[in-house]
């Protein structure tokens, strides 16, 4: 696991050497100045957010995908959001997008007023625990990223809200190659989200109904097809 400084100064993590995951960010799409203030402010306050070359992966999908309504776990400042809304605009699309910490709720809608998309993404505040079972949608593409821990409880609730020829996309899979690190070397704090994470990804990876590929971009990417 390695941790580098990004093209603005953030620490970003990644399982790739500095040199190539700085080569990649180069060929990253250019972001207006409110992208990149946005980049700015995760940094300055501790926010983790998806790096840029991670933002264009999950467009090429949505596109790939032709998905139109898709739902987040986990907005944070909606700097992925953004890039999700932008990502389905072609098809009239909607973000659905979920934000337990209220602060953190604010500055995405602030964010999002400013990127101009109020009408694009639907910001639901609290705890995906108590909201994903009251979700009556259907979705065509599902981004998780938040609680590590969770994944396997996210998934279960969120199978039946993916579309059939829905797009699961779940990040940070590799814990920051946590996974191939051997427990007793992990702190003990790490142990059980990361144990969970083995188990959530033998599950999606083995799962009868569902083709699933593990990308090894920044900190892991499951990208799972239900069939
Ligand atoms: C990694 S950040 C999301 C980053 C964002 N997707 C981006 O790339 O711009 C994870 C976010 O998930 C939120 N979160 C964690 N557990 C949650 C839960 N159970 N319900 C809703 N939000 C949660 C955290 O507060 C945090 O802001």
């Given at each position: 696991?390695?941790?580098l400084?990004?093209?603005e100064g953030?620490?970003m993590?990644t ?20 992208m ?31 998905a ?10 909606a700097?992925?959001t953004?890039?999700?809304?932008w990502?389905v ?19 995405a ?5 400013e ?6 993404i639907?910001?639901l ?9 009251k ?10 990223d938040a609680?590590?821990?969770?994944y ?5 609730k969120l ?10 996309v779940?990040?940070n899979?590799l ?14 704090r ?13 599950m ?5 109904n569902?083709?699933t ?5 920044s ?5 799972s097809?239900?069939k």
């Amino acid at each position: 696991m390695l941790s580098l400084m990004n093209v603005e100064g953030a620490i970003m993590t990644t399982v790739f050497s500095p040199e190539i995951e700085a080569y990649l960010r180069n060929l990253a799409p250019v972001r207006p100045p409110f992208m990149l203030e946005m980049e700015k402010y995760a940094m300055e306050n501790y926010v983790s957010i998806i790096p840029p070359e991670v933002a264009q992966f999950l467009t090429f999908l949505v596109h790939l995908s032709q998905a139109r309504e898709v739902l987040e776990i986990g907005t944070a400042i909606a700097y992925s959001t953004i890039w999700l809304a932008w990502a389905v605009a072609p098809r009239d699309g909607h973000i659905t997008t979920i934000e337990i910490n209220d602060r953190r709720a604010k500055t995405a809608l602030k964010n999002i007023r400013e990127a101009g998309l109020e009408d694009r993404i639907t910001l639901l505040k609290g705890h995906a625990v108590d909201i994903v079972p009251k979700l009556q949608d259907t979705y065509d593409f599902i981004f998780i990223d938040a609680a590590k821990g969770q994944y396997g409880w996210f998934f279960e609730k969120l199978y039946p809200r993916l579309k059939p020829g829905g797009i699961l996309v779940s990040d940070n899979v590799l814990a920051e190659g946590g996974v191939v690190t051997p427990d007793e070397e992990l702190r003990h704090r790490q142990k059980t989200a990361v144990r969970r994470l083995r188990d959530y990804l033998e599950m999606i990876t083995a799962h009868p109904n569902l083709e699933t590929t593990v990308v090894p971009l920044s900190d892991g990417i499951a990208v799972s097809l239900k069939k």
